[in-house]
């Protein structure tokens, strides 16, 4: 006898085979960062749709330094998208800076709610470790020291990048 045993059914399967490419990357316009070290931004907002790929958006590319995060709302946002993110900010340096924007924030807060309980509602670890990727990956500081863009997509208005 097995001692794992799936407690995944099969809408809980085909819900996370539906998210799960929203979730899981995402590419983004712009211009490539200078480099991949010493933390800045790859990436900051969503410019436009992945002309791949119309149902996805696509990540503004960008190398510049992370913005303050001093608008109510952003940082309201930011609590309820990644509380271990704004506290661990606030805590190392007073201010809040962030690769990130509203929209980023906002979108993250949507994508959460929409299947953690049945994905991994039974794993509050696996949760908490699951939003704190998709936190850093999106909104950290310091995107360039584990973040790597590699390629260039060009749209009607922009050109962006689609891996990284």
Known sequence: ?????????PSTVFLFSLLSPLL????CRGNLPRDGGGGHCVWY????????????????????PARPAVAIETLELLDRACPHMAQQLREESGEV????????????????????????????????NF???FCDLTCRPDQSTFVNATKIVRGKNAQGLSNF
């Open 45 to 64: 907002g969503q410019c436009g749709k992945n002309p791949d790929i119309p149902q996805r958006d696509l990540n503004c590319a960008d190398s510049g």
């Open 131 to 133: 939003k704190k990727n």
């Open 24 to 27: 899981f990357s995402t590419p």
């Open 1 to 9: 006898m097995s001692i794992f045993r799936s407690r995944m059914t």
């Open 97 to 128: 800076r962030l690769c990130c924007d509203d929209e980023q924030l906002r979108a993250m807060v949507d994508n959460f709610a929409m299947f953690p309980d049945k994905l991994l509602g039974r794993c509050p670890t696996c949760l908490y």
